[in-house]
Nanobody, 123 residues
Framework: VQLQASGGGLVQTGDSLRFSCAAS????????VAWYRQIPGKEREIVGG????????YYPDSVKGRFTISRDGAATTVYLQMNDLKPEDTAVYFC?????????????????WGKGTLVTVSS
């Protein structure tokens, strides 16, 4: 499964951005999808995840209330809406997917990864 993400760029503090992630040649039916980010020198961290069954979502405290992950009705695209961006949100962002399963999202537990896209938030 090839994941194609779009979005990112240079924004100012308080701005919003929306990422899109699509699976080449297929839908996300039966997959859990998550967005991760990585700051140079730090571990990759999850910023939002959506479970296939029931559309349950997960966010870490660092982005809760500012980021929203969602999926379109046809399950072709997963979005990450990021509001009120802060300089500490500057990172490379990745879309990732796993065949739906029980258990928390983990870095090693994703089956497919898209290429990263850089977000820079200036103060």
């Amino acid at each position: 499964v090839q994941l194609q993400a779009s979005g990112g760029g240079l924004v100012q503090t308080g701005d919003s951005l929306r990422f899109s992630c699509a699976a080449s040649g297929r839908t996300f039916r039966g997959y859990d999808v998550a967005w991760y980010r990585q700051i140079p020198g730090k571990e990759r961290e999850i910023v939002g995840g959506i479970i296939w069954y029931g559309d349950t979502t997960y966010y870490p405290d660092s982005v809760k209330g500012r980021f929203t992950i969602s999926r379109d009705g046809a399950a072709t695209t997963v979005y990450l809406q990021m509001n009120d961006l802060k300089p500490e949100d500057t990172a490379v962002y990745f879309c990732a997917a796993r065949i739906t399963r029980a258990g928390a999202f983990t870095n090693n537990g994703m089956d497919y990864w898209g290429k990263g896209t850089l977000v820079t938030v200036s103060s």
